[in-house]
């Protein structure tokens, strides 16, 4: 092979590092005019009138009775307006749109909004709408925690977390012969054009979308921009000219998703000695005031819930409930996070009551293949949770430091954890992702709507098209994703941009080499022309899954890390200094291992910031705290040093083993760093734990 | 209102007060310079100005008169910190990666890791965890000849 | 920017004596290294529309001693206090407090007489001037005042200064015992400041501290506390009682208080 597992160069060139890459606030099109969205001022009520208080020549101004077709964004569900009409449900709802060419003239253009206010709720647990409800049901709980010897309860927090990509969010519309284009930092360029089509209707059939350079994602860009995608539209229908729109990074806070905060209990049966044998789980999450993605997050929350371990009667119930708070959405790891959150620390408290070590307890329970998860999936060969678990305790001697810290403020703590690759359950199967490879006059094109956003999908998709299809690294060319140019490979998320996409491509390639015949792409375009190849995503034929019973195989493979957060605590101010944090992960194999490396230290900062630092602070409904001031993430003085190991264990049904790999990190440095906290004698149950929280902590 | 930008004069008439990040991306048309926050705290609109990396996002532009002023557009593109972000992935998503390598610039020699550390804590990476872009910085500090090829490409 | 720039009014002085003569005239707020009033401007949350730009006057750039008396030009950077010699051997504490604030490049262009006129209580390099009895020093068309900083402020974010007066310099007297200081911020580096407090250890200490008031503090009842020889822990008592501070987003009034007892039984242990 010559291009998979080494690290290649980019295909990213070397625009990024001079500044010359194009994002969306660094184009500029003929006539173009600003965008501003005016949004609710209050949490919940009803809007009694809207005054214009400007001089409205050279304005447009788009209120809901704009819309063409459909006044609903087209997700899941298709509850949440574009613009609100009547009623208001959250905090900076949009509510009318303004475009002006002088940015000056609209940013003083004042619209006042009269409301009759109504009483909000903000607390999910007494909330009585639920966006969705799982019940996972194996073996027989009840009757197992009776004959259980030990039973360990704990009720665990997460809060909102921010994505802070460094380029807010923006898009570009601009009316072209017959239709539209958008242009715009987003993650799914075809999700945006599934919400244009339901907000305009046949009478506009023509919309494209065209991902510009894209600062940063992380799930933040995966459904918000299809609301400003849409907004942007109709701006720009109305005004005929191409309109920016452009979020300043309060608005981007205040405004767009989170992660969904959660609260989770456990009871859990063990025998005497640490074995599982009944886990009673519950999950809430705070879905916010619309369903946007809340169903299927709490479904992978619920599915991780378990953790990596291995019970015969596992029940877990869990509720996505309606607040009147802007709502949550995807976030690397979506809900796994959460509830992983939640079970490694209950292990920790599990260990500690049964006075078991917590690697113990854990190398006692971890799934192994053969293995049947909750939902009854029976693992495979590719199951590592005790070889990530192994590496971890060795490489960072962990029982040494253990029992040589106690006493001191230094301390040392683990977490196990496991991440499913791809959509959940059917969703691959219901998805039919293609993709395709167009011959060029000089190699081949890829030609995918899989969106680079920093993770390196140009440049892993191009080594795995190079080896499959035998050619050299430099002929192959990755396509600006445009959804009137691009095949539909589905959203650029769930860690299924390498497993699945890269999969397809790889079809596409071996299909591809054999129409060339061993003739080379530049030989057979000059006798035959172009030709493309184009297929859909077969997901392995034994996976099975039932979407009423939540029972069958959940995830076509797992990853799985091991993370261990060596810190130290200031006992006069108590703030933690992060001083190590090793993670030993397994993806199956890395395609690119100096990216693959850059996914895992990315993902563990921010892991690392979601236990800590990162704390969204709600008033009546609203983040607080929207600037890079108040709401912190890691700087470089914030990071310890970070060790990564990558394992291999190759999924079968991946592009050269390769299992999915972005949201696996974020998974452990949370409970990692509060289990090290829990070893220093501090009852810590919620994250962030800021110095505030560990205060008051109580002592264990 | 008359600086030097990028080794050359220019002339601008934008309002005393813009800030120099707007002059620089849209009167200058020069839009490697990007905007994170507007509230100096992620580092990504980073200049120099005589030599001191600043945030663009907060110099009015009458400050910068008769000064020299680099953005990322001055190192052309074939300066080797440019190169070895991409090489060593220090740049990911890449919009923090012109003011991340602009603040990197007035490191002394041969730094150690703290100082890496400490020059670059204005900066904010949602990416990388940091650690690729300290591989880039410390690689090209340590390599004498790609240090004098710096200066050589700073002085063009 | 959430400001209209063309609602926006700059004078730029190129000498303190032209700044003088525009401030006796005309009601313009100064703006030095800019790093607050931009942040302001940006955010749409600044009421004045009329400025004066300042960052010109180098002659408010210099750093000298006489007699016993460090003076600091107001247009000092952090950065050139932290290169400093005279600063380092005179008040080390000052050159600390420089280092934690923002990043390098809010060290290049922040300057410590926009740190005061700015009025912060938050500010990172306030409470050392307060703990070493700094005198700012502020003229108008009509001459100059000298002022102790700890009579300066008359509450939140508001000072005696009056609209025609300029700081022009920050004097320090030599400083007797040995410093203390310690930022806690809301992250290790480009943070804002929950509690800051700065320290003398001396047979009368000086204790000042920021964040935990309306203002930068002294804590007299403290010190005189200590200065009586009373027992640490009584001490901290007492100043967890003399301060004020509140809940905010940042953090909460009981952590502010218990803390800044912890930071005083830590300043007492350190320099014993």
């Given amino acids: 092979m010559t291009a998979v597992g080494k690290s290649v160069a980019r295909k990213d060139g070397i625009g990024k590092a001079t500044g010359g890459a194009q994002y969306a606030d660094d184009l500029v099109f003929p006539e173009m005019i600003h965008g501003r969205t005016i949004r609710s001022t209050i949490p919940r009520g009803r809007i009694k009138s809207i005054r214009y208080d400007f001089d409205t020549t050279g304005f447009t101004i788009v209120d809901y009775r704009d819309v063409p077709a459909k006044n609903a964004v087209d997700l899941m569900s298709q509850d949440q307006p574009f613009l609100a009409e009547h009623e208001v449900n959250h905090m900076a709802e949009p509510i009318v749109l303004l475009a002006h060419e002088d940015r000056d003239t609209l940013l003083a253009a004042k619209v006042v909004i009269e409301y009759e206010e109504e009483e909000p709720l903000f607390d999910p647990e007494k909330s009585t709408l639920s966006f969705k409800d799982i019940d996972i049901v194996k073996g027989d709980t009840d009757s197992a925690l009776r004959s259980a010897h030990v039973i360990v309860e704990g009720t665990y927090r997460t809060g909102h977390q921010e994505h802070v990509y460094i380029e807010p969010n923006g898009v570009i519309a601009v009316p072209e012969e017959g239709g539209v284009a958008i242009y715009g930092s987003v993650q799914c360029p075809f999700y945006v054009i599934k919400a244009l089509r339901c907000l305009l209707g046949s009478a506009h059939p023509n919309v494209r979308v065209i991902q510009t350079e894209t600062g940063g994602g992380f799930g933040g860009k995966e459904e918000y921009p299809s609301m400003i995608a849409g907004h942007a539209v109709l701006l720009a229908l109305k005004s005929k000219r191409p309109v920016k729109i452009i979020y300043d990074r309060e608005e981007d806070m205040v405004a767009t998703t989170k992660r969904h905060p959660s609260i989770v209990r456990h009871r859990t049966g063990l025998t005497k000695d640490g074995k599982l044998v009944a886990m009673e789980i519950e999950v809430i999450l705070d879905g916010g005031a619309y369903v946007t993605l809340s169903p299927t997050v709490l479904s992978r929350g619920c599915i991780h819930a378990a953790g990596p371990y291995n019970c015969d009667n596992v029940r877990i119930r869990g509720h996505a409930m309606f607040t009147n708070t802007p709502p949550n959405g995807a976030f690397r790891g979506f809900g796994a996070p959460q509830t992983e959150f939640a079970i490694e620390v209950h292990m920790d408290r599990i260990a500690d009551q049964l006075g078991i070590d917590p690697v113990e307890i854990r190398r006692m329970n971890a799934l192994k293949p053969g293995d049947r998860t909750a939902t009854g999936q029976t693992l495979r060969d590719d199951t590592s949770a005790h070889m990530v678990l192994e590496e971890a305790v060795k490489r960072t001697d962990f029982a040494r430091k253990r029992k040589e810290w106690k006493g001191t403020n230094k301390s040392i703590g683990i977490s196990l954890f496991y991440h499913g690759a791809g959509f959940t359950g059917a969703g691959e199967r219901n998805l039919k992702s293609k993709a395709r490879l167009d011959l060029t006059p000089t190699g081949v094109r890829i030609a995918v709507g899989s969106t680079e956003i920093g993770q390196g999908t140009r440049t892993m998709h191009a080594q795995i098209v190079t080896d499959a299809l035998g050619i050299p690294y430099e002929s192959v060319e990755v396509a600006q994703p445009d959804t009137s140019r691009v095949a539909d490979s589905g959203p650029t998320v769930a860690s299924r941009t390498c497993m699945v996409v890269g999969k397809i491509l790889e079809e596409c390639a071996h299909e591809m080499k054999e129409k060339l015949g061993g003739l080379s792409p530049a030989d057979y375009y000059a006798k035959n022309g172009a030709i493309s190849v184009e297929r859909m995503y077969e997901p392995p034929d034994w996976i099975q899954w039932d979407d009423d019973t939540y029972l069958g195989d959940a995830y076509a493979t797992f990853g799985w890390g091991c993370d261990v957060a060596e810190l130290e605590l200031d006992p006069d101010t108590y703030e933690v200094k992060p001083i190590k944090l090793t993670a030993v992960q397994e993806f199956g194999r890395p395609i690119h291992p100096a990216l693959a490396q850059g996914q895992i230290e990315g993902g563990t900062a921010q892991g690392l910031g979601y236990a800590l630092l990162e704390k969204v602070v709600m008033k009546n409904g609203a983040m607080a705290n929207g600037q890079l001031t108040n709401y912190v993430i890691p700087t470089t003085l914030d990071m310890p040093e970070l060790e990564v190991v990558m394992m291999e264990n190759p999924y079968p049904g991946g592009p050269f083993g390769a299992k999915g790999l972005g949201e696996l990190p974020m998974d452990g440095p949370a409970p990692a760093v509060v289990n090290a906290l829990r070893a220093l004698g501090l009852d810590v149950r919620e994250i962030p734990a800021t110095p505030e929280l560990l205060a008051t902590a109580p002592s264990i | ?156 | 920017m959430k400001t209209a720039l063309s609602d926006l009014d700059l004078r730029v002085a190129s000498s303190v004596n032209e700044a003088l003569t525009i401030l006796r005239d005309e009601k313009r707020t100064p703006i030095a290294g800019a790093t607050d009033v931009y942040v302001g401007l940006n955010f749409g949350t600044l009421k004045p529309r009329q400025y004066l730009d300042i960052w010109a006057l180098d002659e408010l750039r210099t750093i000298s001693t006489h007699d016993d008396k460090l003076i600091i030009g107001a247009l000092t950077s952090y950065t050139s206090l932290m290169q400093s010699h005279i600063v380092a051997e005179r008040v080390p504490m000052l050159v600390e407090a420089s280092g934690l604030v923002g990043g390098v490049q809010i060290q290049n262009r922040g300057t410590l007489g926009g740190n005061i006129a700015n009025g912060s209580p938050a500010a990172d390099g306030v409470p050392v001037l307060s703990a070493v009895d700094a005198v700012i020093v502020m003229r108008s068309v009509e001459g100059e005042r000298r002022l102790p900083i700890n009579s300066f402020y008359t509450g939140y974010r508001s000072t005696v200064m009056r609209p025609d007066e300029l700081i022009v310099a920050i004097e320090i007297p030599r400083v007797e015992g040995k410093q203390w200081f310690r930022k806690v911020g809301t992250r290790a580096a480009q943070a804002i400041s929950k509690i800051v407090m700065a320290a003398v250890r001396s047979p009368s200490p000086k204790i000042a501290l920021g964040s935990v008031a309306p203002t930068v503090v002294r804590a007299r009842m403290t010190e005189q506390a200590l200065a009586q020889e009373a027992t640490i822990d009584e001490a901290a008592r007492i100043l967890g009682e003399e301060i004020t501070p509140i809940d905010d987003v940042r953090s909460t009034a009981d952590y502010r208080r218990r803390v800044s007892m912890n930071l005083l039984r830590r300043f007492w242990a350190d320099t014993a």
Avoid at chain 2, 38 to 57: F, M, R
Wanted: proline residues 4%; charged residues 20%.
């Fill in chain 2, 1 to 156: 209102m008359q600086f030097r930008l990028n080794g050359a004069d220019v002339e601008v008439g934008a309002h005393p007060m813009s800030r120099l990040l707007d002059v620089l991306r849209e009167e200058c048309n020069l839009t490697g310079t990007k905007e994170g926050c507007g509230e100096g705290e992620c580092g990504a609109c980073t200049v120099l100005i005589d030599g001191e990396p600043v945030c663009s996002c907060l110099v009015p532009v009458s400050q910068v008169e008769g000064a020299e002023v680099l953005s990322i557009e001055g190192l052309g593109g074939n300066h080797p910190l440019q190169k070895l972000f991409m090489n060593e992935v220090g740049a990911q998503c890449g919009i923090c990666t012109p003011g991340m390598i602009m603040a990197a610039l007035t490191l002394p020699d041969d730094p150690t890791l703290d100082d890496v550390k400490t020059a670059l804590a204005g900066n904010l990476c949602r990416c990388t965890g940091y650690s690729a872009i300290y591989r880039a910085v410390l690689k090209w500090k340590t390599n004498e000849i790609q240090r004098a090829d710096a200066t050589q490409e700073i002085q063009r």
